[in-house]
């Protein structure tokens, strides 16, 4: 049984989309290598359920934009219910917060532990969410330019 590396970019919260293109690919659990290309979580209907999924069924990831949003607002929720006085910078999102909500401190963790790259040295690829620096070698490379670069 040949082992194939797949890889999905922008889930964005959509959970039976996600599972359908499981199905539709056959991802094999165990033997297939499944990597989400960051964007976890914002616009779709169940972002925590993503997250669940995805650990759920042994995926790895990195950190896209949204995901690295979500956990900022997440510390500035907790430094604002730890200081009554703290004001969040963040405009309001209540998907995001409702989202937060959902979330569990395991998952946090995984969210907050993912890799801005994943190295695919038998297929002499790198994946990252949105790129790099060029020029810059990988190892000084920025985690907003890997999260955030359109250009």
């Known amino acids: 049984m040949v082992k ?21 690919v056959d ?6 290598r499944l990597i989400v290309a960051g964007d976890l979580v914002d616009r779709g209907p169940d972002s925590a359920g993503v997250v669940r ?3 759920e069924i042994g ?22 219910s730890a200081n009554p006085n703290y004001r969040n910078p963040m405009y309001p999102d209540t998907d995001q917060e409702h989202t937060i ?10 969210l907050e532990g993912l890799p801005f790259y994943i190295d695919l040295p038998e297929c002499n690829a790198l994946v ?5 620096a060029p020029g810059v070698p990988l ?3 920025n985690k907003e330019t890997m999260t955030m670069v359109r250009f």
């Open 4 to 24: 194939r590396t797949i890889v999905v970019g922008d889930v964005h919260g959509c959970l039976d989309e996600f599972r359908a293109l499981m199905n539709r």
């Open 27 to 32: 991802y094999r659990q165990g033997i297939d």
């Open 53 to 55: 999924y995805t650990m």
């Open 59 to 80: 995926a790895e990831a990195v950190q896209g934009n949204h995901d690295a949003k979500l956990l900022r607002r997440r510390k500035h929720m907790l430094k604002a």
């Open 101 to 110: 909500s959902q979330l569990g401190d395991s998952e946090i963790a995984w």
């Open 128 to 132: 990252v969410h949105a790129g790099f």
């Open 139 to 141: 190892h000084r490379q």
